[in-house]
């Protein structure tokens, strides 16, 4: 059943003439799906007497979908075949540039997404939406019944850890919509794995999102293109979304994160040394040193990735530059608190010195070591996938 029209479901702005839609579907090994996706638009197309054209963006599929496309009689469906740079996300946003309508539309092409709510999509998007999500987990939205327990519980903890980035129930979603001036507001895209729509929301700075119910129906034919490896994607795609959108307190919670790991290295390392008879003054400073280096470690390749293309040499060499205040204070309040309390456990102490010397240690790293601003991706090429 087709969705309510704006008048039957009450909306104050009904659609508004011919807005001309272009429907993105990436596609890979898709081509038993898509005779019924195309028929289904068609469908839409005539019901709703609406402007859509259906750009398929395979990814070298070499599996007949070219030849489909060739037989098929509709002048508005196109394709477009890329053989470099390939991966979903790279798919739509090269849809994307290549559409010619004025609302674009992402949806897949395993028959999940129901293409007849495209038409409560335009709706919502001329009553003032800036992005709209066809919603699993808003009232009404339904998945198949078959959903295993681990896939919904996948589902649901990826939901999560995208919470602090917008507070939409389904931001997994692969089937949204939003205007052509939205997406050309964007920049820096710069996605990795699956979950473009999250990406445009952040990064195009999309503040009115509304999501509309959709079923969310299992895939007829084909097998499922999400991996382990693009779970794995999807965790370094939300870091680089922090970064993007909360910038230096994004950093600041990753070095305090690889700060308390170096916090368990440097207590590992002190109990250690003192374990085998070296003088406490010497455990205090060669553990120090040791989860120096440790963090350094870490920090350049997660809480500033951005500059693990320097010189590594140069950069440790500055690390510990800008760390040595942070360390001489950790160093000598380790030692103070021992002089004056010589009951309190060695590695009761170093915490102490450990937490007055990080907040030195931030700054200097920040500001003196990883230096180099993120590099926005070259508007040429914002399509491409990072390296």
């Keep these: 059943?087709?969705?309510?029209?704006?008048?039957?479901?009450?909306?104050?702005?009904?659609?508004?003439?011919?807005?001309?839609?272009?429907?993105?579907?990436?596609?890979?090994?898709?081509?038993?799906?898509?005779?019924?996706?195309?028929?289904?638009?068609?469908?839409?197309?005539?019901?709703?007497?609406?402007?859509?054209?259906?750009?398929?963006?395979?990814?070298?599929?070499?599996?007949?979908?070219?030849?489909?496309?060739?037989?098929?009689?509709?002048?508005?469906l196109r394709l477009i075949v890329r053989t470099r740079n390939r991966g979903l996300s790279a798919a739509v946003l090269e849809g994307f540039h290549n559409a010619s309508g004025d609302i674009l539309v992402c949806m897949d092409a395993d028959l999940s997404h129901p293409p007849e709510s495209v038409p409560l999509m335009l709706q919502k998007l001329q009553a003032g939406a800036d992005f709209v999500v066809g919603s699993r987990y808003v009232e009404g939205g339904t998945t198949a019944d078959d959903w295993g327990l681990l896939r919904w519980l996948n589902s649901?903890?990826?939901?999560?850890?995208?919470?602090?980035?917008?507070?939409?129930?389904?931001?997994?979603?692969?089937?949204?919509a939003l205007s052509r001036t939205t997406f050309q507001a964007g920049a820096d895209f710069n996605p990795i794995g699956y979950k473009i729509g999250l990406e445009l929301i952040v990064k195009c700075r999309c503040e009115r999102v509304v999501e509309i119910p959709i079923h969310f129906e299992n895939r007829r034919f084909g097998v499922s293109k999400l991996t382990l490896a693009q779970q794995l994607a999807y965790l370094r795609h939300l870091r680089r979304l922090y970064i993007f959108k909360y910038g230096l307190w994004s950093q600041l919670s990753q070095f305090l994160v690889v700060g308390a790991l170096g916090t368990l290295v440097n207590l590992a390392a002190l109990t250690a040394l003192v374990d085998v008879g070296l003088a406490i003054r010497w455990a205090v400073g060669l553990a120090?040193?040791?989860?120096?280096?440790?963090?350094?470690?870490?920090?350049?390749?997660?809480?500033?990735s951005f500059a693990r293309h320097g010189s590594w040499a140069l950069q440790y060499v500055r690390f510990v530059g800008a760390s040595s205040f942070g360390a001489l204070i950790n160093y000598a309040l380790t030692l103070l608190v021992l002089r004056d309390v010589p009951a309190m456990p060695p590695q009761l102490a170093a915490l102490i010195g450990i937490a007055v010397g990080t907040a030195f240690n931030f700054v200097a790293t920040r500001y003196l070591v990883f230096r180099a601003e993120h590099v926005r991706a070259d508007p040429g090429r914002s399509g491409s996938r990072p390296s």
């Design 1 to 76: 059943m087709l969705p309510p029209t704006v008048a039957e479901a009450g909306e104050e702005s009904p659609l508004a003439g011919r807005t001309h839609l272009t429907i993105v579907v990436p596609t890979y090994r898709e081509v038993e799906n898509l005779p019924h996706l195309i028929d289904r638009v068609a469908r839409v197309r005539e019901e709703r007497a609406l402007d859509i054209d259906l750009l398929i963006v395979d990814d070298d599929s070499r599996d007949g979908t070219v030849e489909l496309i060739a037989s098929r009689p509709e002048r508005w």
């Design 156 to 176: 649901r903890v990826a939901t999560a850890l995208a919470r602090p980035l917008t507070s939409i129930r389904d931001p997994m979603a692969g089937f949204f």
């Design 288 to 304: 120090i040193w040791v989860a120096m280096t440790f963090n350094f470690v870490l920090n350049r390749r997660f809480s500033f």
